[in-house]
């Protein structure tokens, strides 16, 4: 995460959209409130996500959206000092949708009443619908009985003056409510979520049918204007970018390189906690296939010597993390003479993240490596091409620029790479046999065609010797456990589940194949409370 740099709301709005449609997103602090983007973002709209208390009416009036989305939160209207949108957003003329908390400050703030503590409803609920309006429109139609998500515990008792019911449930007698001659709409549900079946739509509806946006956003678009702008933000200057062999880094290499051709030059930092074959590949792909300039620093020496002995997970970051920036810096410094910028692969989520309501986490879980304290130490300004894009219009991106599909849909691989697969400490012998456990797992899921409703899958090296019985002698070597997860973020995730037959199969080829593991075992923590690494 690139939390050293600290943005404001008006910093998220580039001038790269001003030729787009575009939604405004006005953020409750609810934990889903990047859905509602994503959804929007799908249906061929662009939007931003802003915190509610760092909005106001002329920076919203700039960024001249064609309609406004409020979203969840976990506050109650009740309390007081609880969050309100700017005030001056229901003068505007501009179409409204209210999503849950969004619904209650708007019918709160338009002199409707809400009232907390009747019946919490949280989960699957079901909606009767009483009306037809244009948000409904081709999803829904009047005396419809449709699922939908709830979560909430207070809920709107009165409405507004213009308002009328559009649907009910059980427990939200106003479930769903419209002006439609203000073009307000506003639902008690989430249907930015999918287990309200239909919600994509009725969003859909709000961009298109009521907003009238044209769904102009697709990664065509994107890429001819980001380039437009780097061109503009670099001139002729030089930038350095950081490979790790991941998708953000390589999707942004590819990016500068057709912007700014040669003036890009490229370091992939070695630490030797790759796996197999990994490195050669990076290096292949774009010394001989985009022909980027690449620096190819083989420092697995440096870090595994620095590493000998050391066992605490958190040491272990920090001294790849430390490691790295040295690296980087020596090189950039004395192998390309220094730039003037510094690309980075920051995603939308990263920049939510650092000026959401509710804040990063308080407790360090994790420290995360990547180049972040470069840019200060260098005295380099940050080019950030993907800081609009999700993960996943990345990965069209990289389609988009001709990478290969199975390329840009690898999963994720954490920047400390191996070492924080393997427990306690490292050593180059625990990395090869890891090496060789790994390459066969995802061999497996690959043959099987399960890679890519995986999330990430990878093999773990436990510090553990067990006894075993192979042939007809004793054996005594590690335990190797199996990780494979589900998630659409990284932030919350499940253990895939695998059918019986696949481990069997896996753990048989392990043990056969690999000296120095006799057990093999299959992790089922979900997160939380686990973690996706084990360290
Ligand atoms: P955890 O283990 O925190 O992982 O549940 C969530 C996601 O983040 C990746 N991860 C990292 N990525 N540097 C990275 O670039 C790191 O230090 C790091 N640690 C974890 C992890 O692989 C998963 O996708």
Redesign the pocket.
Known sequence: MNSNVTNTAEDLHTDLIEHHDRILILDFGSQVTQLIARRVRESGTYCEIWPFNNADITAIKSYAPKGIILSGGPCSVTDEGSPRAPEGIFDMGLPIFGICYGQQTMVEQLGGKVEAGHDREFGRAYVDVKEHNSLLDGVWDAGAHEQVWMSHGDRVTALPEGFKVVGASEGAPYAMIADDDRKFYAVQFHPEVVHTPHGAALLKNFTHNVCGCNGDWTMAAFRAEAIEKIRAQVGNKKVICGL?G?VDSSVTAVLLHEAIGDQLHCIYVDTGMMRAGESEQVVDLFRNHYNIPLIHEDASELFLGQLDGVSDPEEK?KTIGRLFIEVFEDCANNKIGGADFLAQGTLYPDVIESVSFTGGPSVT??????VGGLPERMNMQLVEPLRELFKDEVRELGVELGMHPDFVKRH?????GLA?RLPGEITADKLEILRKADTIYLEEIRNAGLYDAI??AFAVLLPVKTVGVMGDSRSYDYVCALRAVT?TD??T?DYYHFDHEFLSRVSTRIINEVRGINRVVYDITS?PP????WE
Do not use: D, L, V, Y
């Open positions: 790790s991941g970051r879980i994790k420290s995360h490596h990547n994720p691989f954490p920047g400390p924080i999330w990430q998630s990284g932030m995730a997160k686990g973690t996706i690494e």
